[in-house]
């Protein structure tokens, strides 16, 4: 589990990174991605009704992306708060992650030499 340091918990905080931050779109997923003037990266996942209407599965999406999170999480350039917004569809776990590692990549949030 991240610590409470490393979650983005607040409503206005998610508004705030969801209104100004920069958007990157992948296949089955949104991450919205925003600088701020910590000296931590924090994570919000979202997943919604529309994802499924059974708890069950919205919440095995979540621990998916929070353990990816979680084992990368050194590897993350720190002051930023990242976003992670799961669309209806995205149930290949596998391929999402691998997904969302390439779409940090490419966008310099993940140092591809501390692989």
Not at 66 to 84: T, Y
Request: net charge positive.
């Amino acid at each position: 589990m991240l610590p409470k340091k490393h979650r983005i918990r607040k409503n206005a905080d998610f508004e705030l990174i969801c209104r100004y931050g920069k958007t990157i779109s992948c296949d089955k997923l949104i991450l919205k991605i925003k600088k701020n003037n910590l000296a931590v990266t924090r994570l919000g996942i979202s997943v919604g009704l529309k994802f499924s209407s059974k708890a069950v599965a919205r919440n095995r999406i979540r621990r998916q992306v929070r353990a990816f999170f979680e084992k990368n999480f050194k590897k993350i350039q720190i002051s930023w708060d990242i976003i992670v917004i799961v669309q209806k569809g995205a149930d290949n776990d596998v391929k999402m992650l691998a997904e969302l590692e390439n779409s940090l990549i490419k966008n310099g949030l993940i140092n591809n030499a501390l692989k």
